[in-house]
């Protein structure tokens, strides 16, 4: 029998990841998750730990609808309030979207700044500000907000076993990002899925998840692999067009409660 067996939530971009027992999931994925991010002051482009290994050391702690609370190494604790609509707006750009949200403030902004070592601004995404997810995988209406492309991840454990057996050492799930995590499964068995239901909630599986070399940095220390694994080993029987692909992009069918042990149904 399949399970949920793990749930994590990233309230910002790039940031450390939670694990979590249970979670609300709605238009933009789990409660909380990847709704601020770091963006360079003067383009409003997006950071991540593509560019900044040091964003895996930042941990941003979600306080519900009143805010988040940072912290990281050598730095003074800084609550920072969820901005309201009376805040200042700034075009920010993920990918290739461009849009505007509201800013966190200058206590934020120069917090972020000390710590990643440039000058920077956090930023929130309040739901009515979302992006559409691409029409070519998603349906009008769907929505994503801080993440690359789609609001949930999925990954199962048997996947990730398979790829550390052939690797030769354990890597820890952090290193590939998920918010969902599935037991019970054959390796790469959600290559397959089109529909699933967790609990009362159904999902669509969108498409697979592209991996660059994000997947390379220890998300414990931020240091990146000599050897560039898992990449490397991924190249060599997960690459198609040139793109390497671990782990499935969902879309929820409406809201509800995931808790963990929840059983997971194939439904197409």
Same mark, same amino acid.
């Given at each position: 029998?399949?399970?949920?067996? !793990? &749930?994590? /939530? %990233?309230?910002?971009?790039?940031?450390?990841?939670?694990?979590?027992?249970?979670?609300?999931?709605?238009? &933009?994925?789990?409660?909380?998750?990847?709704?601020?991010?770091? #963006?360079?002051?003067?383009?409003g482009r997006f950071l991540t730990q593509r560019l900044l290994a040091q964003m895996t050391q930042m941990n941003v702690?979600? /306080?519900?609808?009143?805010?988040? &609370?940072?912290?990281?190494? @050598?730095?003074?604790?800084?609550?920072?309030?969820?901005?309201? *609509?009376?805040? !200042?707006?700034? *075009? #920010?750009?993920?990918? /290739?979207?461009?849009?505007?949200?509201?800013?966190?403030?200058?206590? !934020?902004?120069?917090?972020?700044?000390r710590f990643l070592g440039r000058d920077c601004r956090l930023v929130y995404v309040p739901e009515a500000r979302a992006r559409q997810v691409d029409s070519g995988f998603g349906e009008a209406g769907d929505k994503v907000g801080f993440a690359d492309g789609f609001p949930l991840l999925l990954i199962g454990q048997s996947s990730l076993d398979d790829l550390s057996a052939r690797v030769g050492r354990e890597l820890p799930m952090l290193r590939f990002r998920p918010n969902l995590v599935i037991t019970g499964a054959e390796p790469y068995a959600e290559d397959s899925w089109k529909r699933i239901r967790i609990g009362e909630i159904e999902f669509r599986v969108a498409k697979g998840c592209s991996r660059c070399i994000m997947t390379t940095l220890d998300p414990a220390t931020g240091e990146r692999s000599a050897d560039r694994e898992?990449?490397?080993? &991924?190249?060599?029987?997960?690459?198609?067009?040139?793109?390497? %692909?671990?782990?499935? @992009?969902?879309?929820?069918?409406?809201?509800g409660e995931l808790q963990v042990g929840m059983t997971v149904e194939v439904l197409e």
């Open positions: 029998m399949m399970r949920l067996s !793990a &749930l994590y /939530r %990233y309230p910002m971009k790039s940031a450390a990841g939670q694990l979590l027992d249970s979670s609300r999931v709605g238009l &933009l994925g789990l409660q909380g998750d990847r709704r601020w991010m770091a #963006v360079d002051a003067e383009t702690h979600w /306080r519900g609808e009143d805010g988040v &609370l940072l912290t990281a190494p @050598n730095m003074p604790e800084l609550f920072v309030a969820v901005p309201t *609509g009376e805040d !200042a707006l700034r *075009g #920010v750009t993920v990918w /290739r979207d461009s849009f505007r949200v509201p800013d966190a403030g200058d206590e !934020a902004a120069a917090w972020v700044s898992p990449l490397t080993t &991924l190249k060599t029987y997960r690459e198609r067009e040139g793109e390497v %692909y671990f782990g499935q @992009n969902l879309i929820a069918d409406g809201a």
